[in-house]
């Protein structure tokens, strides 16, 4: 059909009419307000962490980034909200461990994890070993020892059923082959009230919020459930140093987008949360929170938590923890 002048009028308008190619839609996200949605309150590790990332990319990529706190339910309420979200680059989740044990934990969940696309990890949140400095045990063995030589074993506080101290005080059960009793308190405070009453024999907790008790005298810290020693307390030697190389657990979180975000949007946020785990500033902040960075592209980070999800399922199902409140 030959051009006219009426043909090629009607082809710009329709051009005009159509939608932008998706690339060109999103090379300039975000162009609106994004909303962050952290699975705790606010105060909290994860709260914060999410705030000094927050800085960062209202910096770097020009729009507003807000924190929506939506506590509850091992940070299932927070997880559906996103896996229910609008996959158009203005709502993400900020997800933490839990998200990896809740379907062991729960069984059928309000949303499916096919629904959540990992973008990128951030951060690692090591946990530490602690006891009474008052105890008349110095020492991991000791503490394993003493607990054998009890009827009932040994007592852990924990911040709740579940939590990642929690799943790290069943392990050290198994291994280390004695008896043991989880107690869950709401939160860490009420876990070390516990501990210096000494109610219970020990706790895992991360090592910022207990700080101003070990500066105090009133915590020793008898090793650190990384497989390296910490960055933040280096002094802790390592459960696998002290021979119980199955003990590495920590708190994690994360960044996850509805599955159905575009994919230029997530590979943006990926880039920016990465860039921002090299910045000196940033990196410093998350230390004084006790979090030590851990950047993995979308990949890896999917990988990470499929192998946490295979581990610590494996560790509820033998302590028999499935359908914990």
């Known amino acids: 059909m030959p051009l006219t002048r009426r043909t090629l009028l009607a082809s710009a308008a329709a051009f005009a009419a159509a939608p932008a190619l998706p690339a060109l839609a999103n090379a300039e996200w975000p162009t609106r307000l994004v909303r962050m949605i952290s699975p705790y309150g606010a105060g909290g590790a994860n709260d914060i962490s999410l705030r000094i990332f927050n800085e960062f990319f209202e910096r770097e990529l020009k729009q507003q980034f807000i924190v929506e706190n939506k506590p509850g339910a091992g940070t299932r309420i927070a997880n559906e909200v996103v896996a229910k979200a609008a996959p158009d680059g203005s709502t993400f989740l900020y997800v933490a461990a839990p998200y990896a044990t809740a379907e062991a934990l729960f069984g059928k969940l309000g949303y499916d994890r096919k629904d959540l696309a990992p973008v990128a990890m951030a951060v690692t949140a090591p946990i530490f070993l602690m006891i009474n400095a008052k105890s008349e045990y110095k020492t991991l063995p000791e503490l394993i020892a003493y607990g054998k030589a ?116 997530v590979a943006k946020l990926q880039d920016t949360v990465l860039r921002a785990l090299q ?47």
């Open 150 to 265: 009890q009827k009932d074993g040994l007592t852990f506080a924990s911040p709740g059923p579940g939590s990642q101290p929690h799943l790290a005080a069943e392990l050290l059960f198994k291994t280390a082959g004695v008896k043991g009793l989880n107690i869950p308190f709401r939160g860490d405070s009420a876990s070390y009230t516990e501990l210096l009453a000494g109610r219970v024999d020990a706790t895992f907790t991360a090592i910022s919020s207990a700080l101003p008790h070990i500066q105090a005298g009133n915590f020793r810290v008898l090793g650190v459930a990384s497989a390296t020693r910490s960055t933040i307390y280096p002094d802790a030697p390592t459960l696998v140093e002290q021979g119980f190389p199955q003990i590495v657990a920590a708190g994690w979180y994360g960044f996850m987008a509805p599955a159905a975000t575009p994919a230029p949007i």
């Open 279 to 325: 910045d000196p500033t940033v990196k410093q902040k998350l230390l004084d929170q006790g979090l030590e960075a851990s950047g993995r592209p979308g990949a890896a980070f999917a990988a990470f938590i499929d192998e946490e999800t295979a581990k610590w399922s494996k560790v509820i199902e033998e302590a028999g923890l499935k359908g914990q409140p």
